[in-house]
């Protein structure tokens, strides 16, 4: 029988990390498949469970040097997360003191044992968890981060030890505590993500209420929604969510399902009419008909899909794991063959010939290259309240051929609000009328009405009022009855057609002799909006809308923006579906704000959210604005495309001087004109890569939008 093992694993800093994991997992034919997202630390292992066990599985991860376990305890996480900030915390005064000490200029024989000291300190405490994961490579033969970290970080400090106690000078100490200081830092920051991202699918899960009301045997009872099965029976009434999928088999409501279709304004729904768990009920009273089990919900569907999605590995994984598997071994390889050659000269020389080697090859740079452009450029968009989650924006902005807006909460305020209003009679008795009318109406038609009539406090007392669903509000005043509702009701009651302009959305109110007032209705556009689209226009990218509303709606919309290629009345998988569609046009990014918009901004190559979002769009989203501004977004992309050049800078100065300066170590002009790279200059030289990184990494922090 096949079985799914659900795991958390420890210690993977890198796709390589997962990689190697993998490919040994799957070297034993009873795993059929894996599936290992390093981001969040996830696995869902499919094996045969009359040939291994779980725990069998758990242990062989475990060997590999990456702690796994069925226990994913908020509390662990958080030690985690505590012990990499009190190792971070420790390793950041110890570089800052060795690197003041080394290039001040003091080089009495104190300063050079605090240099000592204070480098043991971050090499035998801050760096042991590297070292634990490198242990894995004697059981996985694979080279991860861990391996590239250690190894770089030792050579510098161990030729640096052998220096000390030789009575010699130019130690190396900084450049094994750098290393170590910014790989922590990058692996706590790293580590949040982690705990953020396993927190996006706990808010998924509570779109639905803990309990649902069921009916058995003409009783209530009150039970937990994982307990429902399909052909339960279940009433609800105003107010309350409706707790599972299924079909009105009695009752009549007005239900809000803006959260997972987008729309804004709730639709009546009558018996035979499908629901789906997690939409409100306005205003009636139905009874639910299951048509699934709890576990075959829409909304766990939805956390099923979000999961898979979570575990592809992104391009940049793939050069990650080239990387880290070829560069080490290599520079190992070639230190040996250069130390077994110069052995003729004498064993000082090949000596100094394989740690100058491996000294002008410790990845300080390499290891600062990506992360610190990273981090600068988060703080230029945090200034900005831009909050940049994931660092693939920045490699893929470049890639952005289509921008996908959601329409409700993103192109506009997803409010609906009164644009104008007739008024047949005394204003401010109709408008005080109007007021007194909606008060306590929880409808959002009812919340524009009271917000168009706020100026108005002439206290009104109604005798009697009443909510008609479909309809609007009936109430007595002096007597006298007066409606409030849709057009079609108002022209009803009084008898007459083409009262007011056929516009979509328009309410109006009436006694039963005389129209007194026509409301027109309006989603708001936001004021910067077409702005933005002009701009993302102007930088080669299409705008499309794709919308859960109706076509009138989105047409509208789309017509004012000037934006051309638009779809109305989608699913949150039709979204989904579509983007991928657009996908394979080129990169697609998608803006949106609410949960119909989950799998939308997970199938992008990158979504965009808002801090006024639902808290499932602002998780899942790779960046969220923190300002209610559509601005943001062409920040966004400014900042992107400047990160991602200042990256191949980077890069460029982490590797010339590698490329330039590893034959030299190796001794190739020693023969012909008697140069050798002293491990001193190759120090120097490592060091001058990371210095040239972090200046140019922190001209980003200036970057001008």
């Known amino acids: 029988m096949v079985k799914i093992a659900k795991l958390h694993i420890d210690g993977m800093h890198c796709s390589a990390c997962s990689a190697s994991i993998q490919s040994n997992l799957e070297k034993n034919s009873s795993i059929l498949n894996t599936k290992i997202n390093t981001i969040s630390g996830k696995a869902k292992i499919s094996y045969e469970e009359s040939q291994i066990s779980e725990q069998k599985i758990i242990e062989l991860i475990t060997s590999y040097g990456f702690p796994a376990s069925k226990d994913n305890s908020k509390e662990r996480e958080m030690a985690y997360i505590q012990g990499l900030k009190t190792r971070l915390l420790v390793a950041i005064p110890c570089f800052l003191v060795i690197f003041v000490l080394h290039m001040g200029g003091f080089h009495s024989f104190w300063s050079s044992a605090a240099e000592l000291l204070l480098a043991s300190v971050a090499q035998f405490y801050c760096a042991m968890p590297f070292y634990k994961g490198s242990m894995s490579f004697f059981e996985t033969k694979v080279a991860d981060m861990n391996v590239l970290i250690a190894l770089g970080s030792s050579v510098a400090y161990l030729y640096s030890v052998y220096l000390f106690f030789s009575g010699a000078k130019g130690y190396y100490f900084e450049g094994s505590a750098s290393v170590i200081c910014f790989v922590l830092l990058g692996e706590y920051l790293k580590s949040k993500a982690k705990k953020s991202a396993s927190?996006?699918?706990?808010?998924?899960?509570?779109?639905?209420?803990?309990k649902a009301r069921l009916l058995k045997e003409d009783k209530k009872e009150w039970v937990?929604?994982?307990?429902?099965?399909?052909?339960?029976?279940?009433?609800?009434?105003?107010?309350?969510?409706?707790?599972?999928?299924?079909?009105?088999?009695?009752?009549?409501?007005?239900?809000?399902?803006?959260?997972?279709?987008?729309?804004?304004?709730?639709?009546?729904?009558?018996?035979?009419?499908?629901?789906?768990?997690?939409?409100?009920?306005?205003?009636?009273?139905?009874?639910?008909?299951?048509?699934?089990?709890?576990?075959?919900?829409?909304?766990?569907?939805?956390?099923?899909?979000?999961?898979?999605?979570?575990?592809?590995?992104?391009?940049?994984?793939?050069?990650a794991d080239k990387i880290a598997s070829v560069f080490v071994p290599c520079i190992v390889l070639l230190a040996l063959v250069a130390f077994l050659f110069w052995l003729q000269e004498s064993f000082a020389f090949a000596l100094s010939i394989a740690a100058s080697i491996l000294v002008v090859s410790c990845p300080c740079a390499l290891g600062l290259a990506v992360p610190l452009a990273i981090v600068c450029a988060s703080m230029r968009a945090k200034r900005n309240e831009i909050l940049i989650k994931s660092p693939d924006v920045y490699e893929k902005a470049k890639q952005i051929k289509f921008m996908v807006f959601d329409k409700t909460g993103t192109?506009?305020?997803?409010?609906?609000?009164?644009?104008?209003?007739?008024?047949?009679?005394?204003?401010?008795?109709?408008l005080s009328l109007s007021k007194a009318m909606q008060e306590d109406n929880p409808h959002p038609i009812g919340k524009a009405i009271l917000e168009y009539t706020k100026e108005f406090t002439t206290h009104v007392v109604l005798q009697k009022k009443e909510y008609l669903i479909t309809k609007g509000v009936k109430a007595v005043f002096n007597q006298e009855e007066y409606y409030l509702g849709s057009l079609a009701w108002i022209q009803e009651i009084l008898g007459k057609k083409d009262i007011a302009k056929q516009e979509e959305g328009v309410v109006a109110l009436c006694n039963k002799k005389e129209l007194l007032a026509v409301f027109y209705l309006k989603d708001s556009l936001r004021k910067d909006a077409k702005e933005v689209i002009d701009c993302i226009k102007n930088l080669g990218i299409v705008p499309v809308i794709l919308s859960g509303d109706n076509l009138a709606s989105v047409e509208k919309i789309a017509q004012e923006l000037g934006i051309k290629e638009y779809f109305a009345q989608t699913t949150p998988l039709q979204k989904s579906q579509k983007i991928g569609e657009l996908k394979k046009l080129g990169g697609v990014c998608f803006v949106g704000d609410g949960i119909n918009d989950a799998l939308a901004l997970e199938e992008s190559s990158f979504g965009i959210s808002f801090a006024s979002a639902t808290e499932l769009a602002k998780e899942i989203g790779d960046v969220l604005l923190l300002k209610d501004d559509l601005k943001g977004i062409v920040e966004v992309f400014k900042i992107s495309f400047a990160t991602l050049k200042?990256?191949?800078?980077?890069?460029?100065?982490?590797?010339?001087?590698?490329?330039?300066?590893?034959?030299?170590?190796?001794?190739?002009?020693?023969?012909?004109?008697?140069?050798?790279?002293?491990?001193?200059?190759a120090g120097a030289a490592m060091a001058f890569s990371s210095v040239s990184v972090v200046l140019n990494a922190l001209r980003i922090s200036r970057l001008k939008l």
């Open 646 to 681: 200042n990256i191949k800078e980077n890069l460029f100065f982490a590797y010339v001087y590698n490329v330039v300066l590893i034959p030299i170590a190796a001794g190739v002009l020693y023969p012909f004109v008697g140069i050798v790279l002293q491990p001193s200059l």
């Open 411 to 430: 192109l506009t305020k997803g409010e609906i609000i009164v644009q104008k209003a007739d008024i047949f009679g005394d204003k401010k008795e109709i």
């Open 199 to 210: 927190e996006e699918l706990e808010v998924l899960a509570k779109i639905l209420p803990p």
């Open 224 to 319: 937990a929604i994982n307990t429902i099965k399909k052909g339960d029976k279940c009433l609800v009434v105003s107010g309350e969510k409706i707790p599972l999928d299924g079909k009105i088999i009695q009752g009549e409501a007005e239900v809000s399902s803006a959260h997972i279709n987008g729309e804004e304004l709730p639709s009546v729904l009558r018996e035979g009419s499908e629901v789906i768990g997690g939409s409100v009920v306005i205003n009636g009273e139905i009874i639910v008909e299951s048509s699934k089990d709890s576990s075959d919900f829409f909304v766990y569907e939805m956390l099923d899909l979000l999961e898979l999605s979570q575990t592809q590995k992104p391009p940049i994984g793939i050069l």
